[in-house]
């Protein structure tokens, strides 16, 4: 397991070229701990050819939202991970809730490309969590671990992210209590042991920002946050930047 924070920012369907430019420019400027903090963009597809030109050189690293599982074929609409090679992405968010609610991605498919991206040298970042009903009902613990057996297990990963987000804390403002997201992180830290997986990074994601980033970040087992709103300002990303 590794200990470096990690700041995934997900952009998600937001900014156009100059918005982004300009908020890649800012993020540059600010001086943080780049030997404890690695901070990965994950923007829309049609930002990564100019970020990559405005990212030369610098400390960001470029991520994808979401990519293929195969390496090419007709697949309207997607895009393949050669593309996203090409352009320097380090990193891809797979099975999103939002990828899974709105674009029917089962575990089946989302292990498809974990293998793809771990074949390929790059770090898959496995979104799981559980509904509000999953929460109320107690079934939560066995429905995130259903999600990571079925996304990863049996796969060799050197190198994996998760990222707990539940799906009732993304965008609402409302997060889990610190013990219920030390609980979740205890069962996907037991999870991958269990496993064999020996590299790997936990994240908290849904409703994280400058408030409530440090608090979230200093649980034993959490190195990090997926960040959705507070991503796109950039007041909120420097407090979050310069707090670890």
């Known amino acids: 397991m590794t200990h470096n924070t990690l700041i995934v920012s997900n952009w998600k369907m937001n900014f156009n070229f100059?918005?982004?430019?300009?908020l890649v420019t800012n993020l540059k400027k600010i001086?943080?701990?780049k030997l404890k903090l690695s901070n990965v963009i994950c923007p829309q597809f049609l930002l990564l050819p100019t970020l990559n030109e405005v990212l030369h050189k610098s400390d960001l690293i470029l991520g994808a939202q979401d990519l293929h599982f195969d390496i090419n074929g007709a697949y309207t609409g997607d895009t393949s991970i050669e593309l996203i090679k090409d352009y320097n992405c380090k990193y891809s968010i797979v099975g999103h809730s939002e990828r899974r609610a709105l674009h029917n991605e089962s575990n089946i498919m989302i292990k498809k490309k974990v293998k793809l991206c771990l074949d390929n040298?790059?770090?898959p970042i496995l979104c799981v969590g559980e509904s509000i009903e999953q929460r109320k009902k107690n079934t939560y613990k066995d429905f995130?671990?259903?999600q990571l057996t079925e996304c990863i297990q049996k796969i060799k990963c050197p190198e994996l992210v998760i990222a707990y987000e539940p799906i009732w804390s993304?965008?609402?403002g409302i997060i889990p209590k610190v013990e219920d997201i030390i609980e979740v992180s205890e069962?996907?830290?037991?999870?991958?042991?269990?496993?064999?997986?020996?590299?790997?990074?936990?994240?908290?994601?849904?409703?994280?920002?400058?408030?409530?980033?440090?608090?979230i970040n200093s649980i034993d087992k959490i190195n990090g946050a997926l960040i959705g709103g507070a991503s796109l300002k950039i007041d909120e990303m420097k407090k979050i930047l310069t707090s670890c």
């Open 18 to 22: 100059i918005q982004a430019k300009n």
């Open 31 to 33: 001086k943080y701990n």
């Open 121 to 123: 040298f790059i770090i």
């Open 144 to 146: 995130i671990l259903k």
């Open 170 to 172: 993304i965008g609402t």
């Open 187 to 215: 069962l996907i830290f037991s999870f991958l042991k269990k496993e064999k997986i020996d590299k790997f990074q936990i994240l908290y994601g849904g409703s994280v920002n400058s408030s409530n980033f440090r608090e």
